[in-house]
């Protein structure tokens, strides 16, 4: 063991023995504060007396369980507040979890609920839903939700199949989504009949899709009607589509960013207002359920198709932009280049190929629409306005980062969906390219967006970014040239 690691290992067991501390002086002082608000309302309403159990009478059976009918903590939870767990703690036993082992039935589910039979089982931490799991706790708070609510997820079962692929053995090449999310409640049925509480964390369906842009292309005679693909003269589309919730391998993401495991695991504690204290004190659970967004995957064209390399397949990885891909906020290219990524798409399905659209919620770079929206107002009030070569330089000041959207975990949901190459990936990105060769994906042909599909008021980022890496078939700009290069001014706005 060299010295760093044993001084992470050491500042790992001070942060243990704390947290344990700081749990039995928490647990003290809630049972305390649940005493005195059941002993007021046995004063207040004596017909409707609240059951107290004493620490040592809370077992599995009552950990989750109501014990009473009111709509306090205590009739959802146990009297005593579990903050986290140890390994080898009495009743603790994990539900044994391989990644990426072959066999899904010896790989294991993913658990991480805290239900009555399954809190002593998980083998996860975190809970199901992703950045919804806030709301759900929220619903079970005022009593919209039974906190021991179970699914039915008869009929529920993918619309069309993936899988399973090579790439879904190989630990290394999927760390971030599970790869058998989207059948869970199929191959573990039994578990979950037995008492489990497994969830998918991937949904498979189909659907149409329309947009104003894909009607006007079929007005101008630029996409063909098929009904098949376009499905009629309005430019409905028929899709696969997938919705993935986030599902790291902490080992597996540590690795790819080049990190020790200890290290993520204490800055994403540390760094989120100490978020989920197992991620400190259970070294022995190894996926984490981050609650962040998620991923959406539309298809056009046969899924079959895509992890097929003798067909042709199109691809746009697209990073939400809420104000332009929703509202049509023109200081970027984000709906322009996706209207076209999913234009090509179309074009390439129709042509016996297969096109596909990975959308991440990563929101301004994964920075934020409110930072996003304070950069906006900086680049704007500068002095000498909103120009191409400070463009980055904003950012920076305000977020300490120019990107935090980290390419390295997006290739996973490529391998997920076992594509073997790109012909056309719809994009300049250098990061998404360089992330998606570099996990063994080759990309045959990279596609910038049109000039004339550029708003004037996104010169200044398609611009810088060229500049910063860009993939182009065009000029590349001197400093000098993207000191030229002016957006908007705020009374250009206000007209």
Known sequence: MTVPDEQVLKQLLTTVEALRTDQQHLSAQVEQMIHNSTEESKTSAPSSPTTILSPASVTAKSVSKPVSTSSTSASLYPQRVILTSYPHQHGIHPINLNWGNKDPKERGPVVASRHADSIKKRNAIGAYGGSYCVYRALAVAIGD?????????????????????????????????????????????????????????????????????????????????????????????????????????????????????????????EDTGGMYPELITRP?????????????????????????PEKKLTLRVHDECNGSDVFGSDICTCRPYLIYGIEECVKQAQEGGVGVIVYFRKEG???????????????????????ADHYFLRTECI???????????????????GIQKIDRMMSMSNMKHDAIVGAGIPIIERVPIPDEMIPEDSRVEIDAKIASGYFTTGEVMDEKQLHEVKGRDWEDIEH
């Open 365 to 387: 770079r994964a920075l934020g629409e409110v930072t996003k929206y304070l950069v906006y107002n900086a680049r704007k009030r500068q002095a000498g306005g909103d120009t």
């Open 284 to 308: 022995d659970l190894k996926v984490f359920l981050p609650p962040i967004g998620g991923i959406s995957v539309y298809v056009f064209g046969d899924p079959a198709y895509i992890s097929d």
């Open 399 to 417: 977020a300490g980062v120019k990107d935090m959207r980290f390419q390295a975990l997006m290739p996973d949901v490529l391998h997920w969906l």
């Open 145 to 269: 939700l039974p906190n021991e609510h179970r699914p039915n997820f008869d009929m529920t079962e993918p619309a069309f199949k993936i899988g399973p692929h090579p790439s879904w053995t190989d630990p290394t090449k999927i760390v971030s989504l599970d790869p058998y999310g989207h059948v869970a409640p199929q191959v573990y049925k039994e578990e979950y009949d037995n008492g489990l509480d497994v969830r998918p964390t991937i949904a498979v369906t189909k659907a149409h899709m329309t947009m104003v842009e894909m009607e006007n292309l079929v007005k101008e005679g630029k996409l063909k009607i098929d009904g098949k693909i376009v499905v009629n003269d309005r430019g409905d589309l028929a899709v696969s589509k997938a919705a993935v919730e986030p599902v790291w391998y902490l080992p597996g993401v540590a690795e790819r960013f080049g990190i020790e495991e200890g290290l993520l695991r204490r800055a994403l504690f």
